[in-house]
């Protein structure tokens, strides 16, 4: 388990501490110790294990969030989540993993997401 906080930067290269409010065996729940359960910026992290044509899959979800409320007063939610799906197979190596990692962390630029957002694909 990673340790009981982790510390993140923002945007703005700000450093925001996660702290630890909830473990079970798969999953864990964190809030930015600058935010209260109003205005929470969340970080759950999930693993997952599954079968499909007799191969194991481990799953691994990082969910970012941060929960706000409109002028009228309805609940938002913006969100990021990564998912790491991995088959156990001698031919997925970390070296397989770590490329798809980098190409997922080198299309993510501002004005890629910014692509993402207004709908292209």
Known sequence: MFSQDLVLADAAAANKTFKLVFQDGAETRRIDSATDLTNARMMII???????????INRHNVLLSKKLESAEGDP???SVSVAISVP??????Q????????????FLTVANTTSLLRGES
């Open 88 to 93: 156990e197979d001698v031919l997925v190596t």
């Open 95 to 106: 070296g397989v993993i770590d490329d798809l990692i980098a190409f997922a962390k080198n």
């Open 76 to 78: 938002l939610l913006p």
């Open 46 to 56: 999930r693993h997952q294990t599954s079968g499909r044509n007799g191969i194991t």
